[in-house]
T-cell receptor, first 115, second 110 residues
Framework: NAGVMQNPRHLVRRRGQEARLRCSPMKGHSHVYWYRQLPEEGLKFMVYLQKENIIDESGMPKERFSAEFPKEGPSILRIQQVVRGDSAAYFC?????????????FGPGTRLTVL | GNSVTQMEGPVTLSEEAFLTINCTYTATGYPSLFWYVQYPGEGLQLLLKATKADDKGSNKGFEATYRKETTSFHLEKGSVQVSDSAVYFCAEVTGNQFYFGTGTSLTVIP
């Protein structure tokens, strides 16, 4: 039973480029969450999605960031025109049920470095 | 908004020492409470959880008790090992969101 998978594990981009981070939830999980971990800080919630729906994006920056979870395929976190401040570890988590009734399982993260 | 406050690190202990990492939360009601552990270069792994007041979560020798009266969920272990060296995150979930503390780095030396 594979866990949450994220790729790439490491991503290097130059300022102004786009970053696309992928997350495949655990089998049977239809709830996906994205978090950002800045150096020396805890995890900050970004967005919560179910298949084809964004449920809560209150933690997402208003510009340049978007997320989707299509009917088929992985969830994608997209960062356009990256800046150095976007350098962080981005973690995806999934759960079978809603967050307040079920445990979230985390992927290994994608470490984004913006040069 | 909700927040979770945990003891700042880093914490350095000798092997077999007693560990306490304090955690308090601000959410009203009865949120579920969690401790996650993050080993270097890896994602977070669930260590233990408690879903109602006075529940005790336990795993791998770690314990935490849900104290509604003090809004706390302190992590304890009676005898730490070198392999426990990691960053520990306290979290509470309300509705759709997890609220994480900033993490406490633990280093256990032989």
């Amino acid at each position: 039973n594979a866990g949450v998978m994220q790729n790439p594990r490491h991503l290097v981009r130059r300022r102004g480029q786009e970053a696309r981070l992928r997350c495949s939830p655990m089998k049977g999980h239809s709830h996906v969450y994205w978090y950002r971990q800045l150096p020396e800080e805890g995890l900050k919630f970004m967005v919560y999605l179910q298949k084809e729906n964004i449920i809560d994006e209150s933690g997402m920056p208003k510009e340049r960031f978007s997320a989707e979870f299509p009917k088929e395929g992985p969830s994608i976190l997209r960062i356009q025109q990256v800046v150095r401040g976007d350098s962080a570890a981005y973690f995806c988590a999934s759960s079978r049920l809603l967050a307040d009734t079920d445990t979230q399982y985390f992927g290994p993260g994608t470490r984004l470095t913006v040069l | 908004g909700n927040s979770v406050t945990q003891m700042e690190g880093p914490v350095t202990l000798s092997e077999e020492a007693f560990l306490t990492i304090n955690c308090t939360y601000t959410a009203t009601g009865y949120p579920s409470l969690f401790w996650y552990v993050q080993y270097p270069g890896e994602g977070l792994q669930l260590l233990l959880k408690a879903t109602k007041a006075d529940d005790k979560g336990s795993n791998k020798g770690f314990e935490a008790t849900y104290r509604k009266e003090t809004t706390s969920f302190h992590l304890e272990k009676g005898s730490v090992q070198v392999s426990d060296s990691a960053v520990y995150f306290c979290a509470e979930v309300t509705g759709n969101q997890f609220y994480f503390g900033t993490g406490t780095s633990l280093t256990v030396i032989p």
